[in-house]
């Protein structure tokens, strides 16, 4: 009977049922100290598979607030006629490009009047009617499909502005191409330590953008990632399908991005990182959320993650060790039932003080 009570008292599975939920309790706490949250267990197992990070330019990589900084017009042209037309049709777009046009022209200009009409053209730019002109500001592509073409000064220099990673955008009105603004977007100040973190981490950072090359490896030489490791041009709803294709070479891949164009891509990645800062789109759409738009708590958040996952393996391994070793022990009659008492608490305070260090955890830097 002694042994039998003994065996019941260390096969109590209070170690085991605290192993997980108490780590996770505690991980995702001091996530949330930190600014990181954690939408379910699954996750974990995630980041200590991820190899390879995907990074979305605007808004991850950079700050996403763009300026403009030059005015180039075509012969004839008034400059301040370039800016209210485009200024006016870019103030109803909500993509950071078309807000600096917006905000750089109403700077210059004064007051901008009110599209008459207004359409998004993804991936390309915005088209409407302002004042009675038939206005587009965007890519060269969106000229091109209304049979439009730059002039060889406007042609030379956009390609100067994208050679100094710039963004060119065409205006056009009325049939006939009119100016090429110069926009440029800043880079956060930490994203180059957030890359050398994923780096530490056995990470491979990739650039993702739908900007042109140019301006892409710009910024790319900027934080530090290779220039194989970017990929530019790519139109919005085609980053899920990057996403696929390095899944379809083995990797397993995180998503780090901030806006609707990425919820796809968030979604279909193997851990979606997504910045808080950004649309609800694509919070819903990630496995966490980053609360603050700092690139390096990606990198926390991938450690913290890790490290809870390990804790939990590490409860598991004690629950499970300390039952192998002291089952034969109860069983055999040589255990006395207050000494197996006396361990199967000391086994789950073991797995609450374990899990429990987890509050310890702080973001590197």
Request: charged share 20%.
């Amino acid at each position: 009977f002694t042994a039998a009570v003994a065996v019941l008292i260390i096969a109590c599975p209070c170690a085991l049922g605290l192993a997980t939920p108490t780590a996770l309790l505690v991980g995702t706490g001091r996530g949330a100290q930190l600014g990181i949250l954690i939408k379910g267990p699954e996750v974990l197992e995630s980041t200590r598979k991820v190899d390879t990070i995907v990074l979305d330019k605007t808004g991850t990589v950079t700050t996403g607030k763009m300026t403009l900084l030059d005015v180039h017009v075509a012969d004839g042209q008034d400059q301040d006629e370039v800016l209210r037309l485009a200024g006016a049709l870019e103030h109803a777009s909500e993509h950071p490009i078309g807000h600096a046009v917006s905000v750089g022209a109403s700077e210059r200009v004064g007051a901008l009047p009110v599209p008459e009409d207004f359409a998004g053209v993804p991936g390309l730019g915005v088209q409407g009617i302002v004042e009675g002109h038939a206005v587009l500001v965007g890519r060269e592509k969106l000229l091109a499909e209304w049979a439009m073409a730059l002039p060889d000064a406007l042609a030379a220099a956009k390609a100067e502005a994208e050679a100094k990673g710039r963004t060119a955008i065409a205006v056009a009105w009325d049939g006939e191409a009119r100016a090429v603004l110069e926009v440029a977007d800043a880079v956060k100040p930490t994203s180059a330590e957030a890359i050398a973190r994923f780096r530490s981490l056995g990470l491979t950072p990739i650039l993702l953008t739908g900007d042109n090359r140019a301006a892409a490896e710009s910024v790319a030489a900027e934080v530090g990632i290779d220039p194989d490791q970017v990929i530019a041009e790519v139109m919005p709803e085609d980053k899920v399908d990057v996403v696929r294709k390095l899944q379809a070479e083995g990797r397993i891949v995180a998503m780090v991005g901030d806006g609707v164009n990425d919820a796809a891509a968030l979604a279909q990645a193997d851990l979606g990182l997504a910045m808080g800062t950004g649309t609800d789109a694509a919070i819903e759409a990630g496995d966490l959320t980053l609360v603050r738009g700092d690139l390096r708590v990606a990198a926390d958040a991938i450690r913290l993650s890790r490290r809870t996952l390990a804790t939990i393996k590490g409860n598991l391994f004690w629950a499970f060790g300390y039952n192998v070793a002291a089952l034969p022990l109860a069983a055999a009659g040589l255990l006395n039932p207050m000494i197996a008492g006396a361990a199967m608490a000391f086994s789950s305070v073991f797995v609450v003080g374990n899990s429990l260090r987890l509050r310890g955890f702080r973001a590197a830097g």
